[in-house]
């Protein structure tokens, strides 16, 4: 059975300048090198008019697992990650997002939707998520755990974002 959470982090900027920062390949690159990890990495970038898409690969040393994990994952976690925006709706400065991160030949993976919408003389995004490990009897520990550490993670990455929107937008 799946958990879900949801998280939302608000920005002193337009919703027009976070999705700036959001099609640019040098944030994502920035922001990996800042919160990504070991030998974080951007796959592939791509943005259009209908969007932005980027993929991403994060590892996590098997050391800095919390114990319940080791149970199922015996060498250190390789994630890929996949994040989607909508191109931004400028008469509502508001663009909608998917997410989907996953562990290749895992027990589980991370989905949900992201919003960036315009508040006040700032911003918002807000994401809903859901986590599945399949795993008899430490499952649902683990998708505790999975959600647990995800909203730190967004933590991290979204003071980064507002940190490099400052500096460079």
């Given at each position: ?25 040098q944030?994502?690159e920035?922001?990996?090198t ?28 098997r ?8 149970t ?16 931004l ?5 508001s663009?909608?997002?998917e997410?989907?991160?996953?562990m ?9 939707t ?15 998520v ?20 995800l ?16 500096k460079?937008?």
């Amino acid at each position: 059975m799946a958990r879900r959470t949801e998280y939302r982090k608000e920005f002193p900027f337009p919703a027009e300048k976070v999705y700036e920062a959001l099609a640019t390949r040098q944030y994502w690159e920035d922001r990996l090198t800042a919160v990504g990890g070991t030998n974080a990495r951007v796959v592939a970038f791509e943005t259009n008019d209908g969007g932005i898409s980027v993929e991403l690969e994060q590892t996590i040393p098997r050391s800095k697992l919390p114990s319940v994990a080791h149970t199922v994952i015996k060498h250190d976690m390789v994630i890929q990650r996949r994040e989607s925006w909508s191109a931004l709706d400028g008469a509502a400065s508001s663009a909608s997002g998917e997410l989907f991160a996953a562990m290749p030949g895992g027990p589980g993976d991370v989905k949900g939707t992201r919003k960036l919408a315009a508040d006040g003389s700032g911003s918002i995004i807000e994401a809903t998520v859901e986590s599945r490990v399949s795993v008899p009897i430490v499952g649902g520990k683990l998708e505790k755990v999975v959600l647990q550490n995800l909203v730190r993670l967004y933590e991290k990455e979204d003071s980064f974002t507002e940190e490099w929107i400052g500096k460079h937008l």
